[in-house]
């Protein structure tokens, strides 16, 4: 055996026993049947996959899809005109950057906390305004936490296209008279559309599959597809059901993905 | 330029303010979010709990054990990927980081609760650890892959040229050139590890609670500036490894 399969061969046992055998086995499961005692049974069955289609899971995923879409649009509006503002800040460029992520460095688990300590009826919203206002538990609350989670998954790439964006330009266009929107609208953002894209679907995949913002920030309202999962996995003990949902959940991440990194984005920031 | 400039500050200041709150109470001497005074005392509180020291031990004994096993790993295989591609370890690796962690986690339990009719292995300690591992040589070996593509192979060849075999032309030349790239992954792993919350709680058996489940737990039974305090700590400590980090992959 040469050397360079040697330096291979620890990285390839542990992620074909650790990565590839339980994606493997979560396949098998979703196609068996669950047992009496929470287990997994024969026979194999395509049912676990229609039963997604229930109106119930239905508005599970409807949901996810919405909450996912709503906080990839918010991290845009948000982080865009951060982006620009980041990318023409001259030498204090990477101060900037760094502040940007510094948050981001802490734990998820504390960022999280940090809104439920904010948001709770006893919370510092509500003991500065003297109201006892339910601002925690709903659809708002969880948006609030990707967003804030999520937001420089946009920036990031966001700025790394605005960067190279030529000023001279910007220049051309004032010159032909455009208005600042009219540039906007007519030149920046056409030319930062790779960056627009590659934001978008990082931002997406993490919220589509979340799981602690939801059971933290959302209470046992807002159920979405990774807490199904989760649920399906621990109380409910359908395995072969939450298999099938956690494939679902996998599949369409790795689609977005995968257009993601054929599209003239990848080529272009990468 | 100036609304821009307005609007970037409050951008960065909706960032930091949620976490600079939260620090900011930790010292306060009340319960409440009223403002009452300076104090320690919730951090004395959380030193006290045993809790949160047993969570403490665990997570610190997990990142321990994982974090230089997912370097050591990652840093060959990135070693191994550097001149010729692997495909399928690179689409493994690249799968480990497409995967939603609730799904990494559950696919985990599915595999050691099958395993253990084979072993009676139960979970504990040695479960999370292990899977720690597998989702951190991915971020491993994108550290380790990011420096050796700016670095220049002639050197190795000379080595070799002049004698050296494969693995010493690698431990004596190759090595000390990446070396402050592996601590900055070294250091990226064991924050990844002690802050894993979603995947460890799904692995982790009733004996073996880490930090952030023990932190979970007290977030879920309500209000306690203890967990104000364990947080501001935890935000402190990372933001210092992580600099750390950063700045040695810049070298």
Not at chain 1, 124 to 137: G, K, S, V
Request: charged share 10%; with cysteine.
């Amino acid at each position: 055996m040469n050397l360079r399969r040697l330096c291979l061969l620890p990285a390839r046992v542990w992620t074909a026993l650790f990565i590839a055998a339980p994606l493997a086995i979560v396949c098998a499961y979703s196609l068996l049947t669950r047992g009496d005692y929470g287990g997994v049974e024969q026979p194999w069955t395509l049912e676990n996959f229609t039963r997604l289609a229930d109106p119930l899971y239905l508005a599970i995923l409807w949901r996810s899809l919405v909450i996912a879409t709503l906080s990839t649009a918010l991290c845009a509006l948000l982080g865009f005109p951060l982006a620009l503002f980041i990318a023409r800040a001259g030498r204090h460029k990477n101060l900037l950057l760094q502040l940007l992520l510094l948050p981001f460095w802490t734990s998820f688990l504390v960022r999280t906390y940090a809104w439920l300590f904010i948001l709770r009826d006893t919370g510092l919203i509500n003991t500065i305004l003297h109201t006892h206002l339910q601002l925690l538990y709903n659809d708002g609350a969880v948006l609030l936490g990707l967003v804030y989670n999520f937001l420089p998954f946009f920036v990031l790439p966001m700025y790394a296209t605005l960067e190279k964006l030529d000023p001279a330009l910007l220049e051309a266009a004032a010159d032909l008279g455009a208005k600042p929107f009219a540039t906007l609208w007519r030149v920046i953002i056409p030319i930062s559309a790779p960056g627009i894209a590659a934001g978008s679907v990082l931002v997406f995949i993490p919220c589509l599959g979340a799981y602690l913002t939801p059971d933290l920030l959302g209470g046992g309202k807002t159920v979405m597809l990774g807490n199904l999962v989760q649920n399906q996995f621990t109380t409910a003990r359908d395995w072969p059901f939450g298999s099938a949902a956690s494939l679902l959940l996998m599949l369409a991440s790795a689609l977005l993905l995968a257009a993601l990194m054929r599209s003239r984005a990848a080529k272009e920031l990468m | 330029m100036k609304p821009l400039k307005l609007y970037a500050a409050l951008a960065l200041a909706f960032l930091h303010a949620p976490l600079l709150v939260l620090i900011a109470f930790s010292f306060n001497a009340g319960r409440f979010t009223v403002w009452e005074g300076f104090s320690l005392h919730w951090y004395q509180a959380a030193f006290a709990d045993t809790q949160l020291a047993e969570g403490l031990i665990n997570s610190l004994i997990i990142a321990i054990v994982a974090a230089p096993l997912s370097t050591v790993i990652g840093t060959l295989a990135a070693y191994g990927m550097w001149r010729r591609q692997a495909p399928v370890l690179a689409g493994t690796l690249y799968l480990s980081l497409v995967t939603p962690e609730i799904v990494t986690g559950v696919s985990l339990l599915a595999l050691f609760q099958w395993l253990f009719r084979f072993l009676r292995l139960p979970l504990g300690l040695h479960t999370v650890i292990v899977a720690h591992v597998a989702f951190s040589i991915a971020y491993v070996a994108i550290v380790i892959s990011a420096r050796l593509r700016d670095y220049d192979r002639a050197l190795e060849e000379a080595a070799m040229d002049l004698g050296a075999s494969g693995w010493r032309a690698f431990t004596r030349v190759t090595l000390p050139v990446i070396a402050p790239a592996i601590a900055a992954a070294a250091l990226l792993s064991l924050v990844v590890s002690f802050d894993d919350y979603v995947i460890t709680s799904l692995v982790a058996g009733v004996d073996s609670e880490t930090l952030p489940m023990v932190i979970y737990a007290m977030a879920r039974r309500g209000v306690s500036p203890v967990v104000n305090a364990v947080s501001a700590f935890i935000v402190v400590a990372f933001g210092v490894l992580i600099l750390i980090s950063q700045r040695l992959q810049e070298k």
